[in-house]
């Protein structure tokens, strides 16, 4: 790894540390609205798999020390084994997806980065409302009432916007020779 990637992979582990502090509580769920779920696509759908996860990687790891990375602030170990704890560990998962699936056609259309974004937030909305589930005591319908449904709408924007984003950014990368594409 060269230290344009670092740099790189860096930015966008910020970004998601910003876009965590954009949170709106609600009352009916544990789980607050954030842009965290945007800055995980726009990370993975730009850098791709290796660089994208390891963002987030770098995301999760920042905020386990105990910097206020994670959403309203918070921070620690804790933050990871607590209720909104699956939607952390989620953020890597799905950056490798959305990655994986970004690099699979190079340079990826639109169609396909907006693909590959859904199919990201689906796994960070699964492992999410599976630690919501369990650590909550939930059943499975309650977490997904409480920590998937209401944030269908808002994500369903994030990825139409984003992909438009992460697309047009990605390709002037590759065009540029400012990404090496794996």
């Known amino acids: 790894m060269n230290t344009k990637e670092m740099i790189a992979a860096a930015m966008f582990a910020a970004l998601t540390a910003i876009f965590a502090q954009i949170s709106i509580p609600l009352p009916f769920s544990p789980v607050p609205i954030t842009l965290q779920v945007?800055?995980?696509c726009l990370a993975a759908a730009i850098l791709g798999s290796k660089l994208g996860?390891?963002?987030q990687l770098l995301y999760v790891a920042i905020g386990a020390i105990g910097l206020p990375v994670f959403a309203a602030g918070t921070s620690g170990i804790q933050a990871i084994i607590g209720p909104r704890g699956g939607y952390i560990i989620g953020f890597v998962l799905g950056a490798f997806v959305i990655g994986k699936i970004v690099e699979r056609k190079s340079p990826p259309?639109?169609?396909v980065t907006m693909a590959a974004m859904l199919a990201g937030v689906i796994v960070i909305y699964f492992a999410g409302m599976l630690q919501?589930?369990?650590v909550t005591g939930m059943d499975l319908k309650a977490a997904f009432l409480a920590g998937v449904a209401p944030f269908v709408g808002m994500d369903v924007i994030?990825?139409?916007l984003?992909?438009?984003v992460a697309y047009s950014v990605r390709?002037?990368?590759i065009r540029q020779n400012l990404l090496t594409v794996r």
């Open 38 to 40: 945007l800055a995980v």
């Open 162 to 164: 984003g992909s438009y």
């Open 132 to 134: 919501l589930s369990v």
């Open 53 to 55: 996860t390891l963002s």
């Open 109 to 111: 259309t639109l169609p």
């Open 171 to 173: 390709n002037v990368l």
């Open 158 to 160: 994030k990825i139409a």
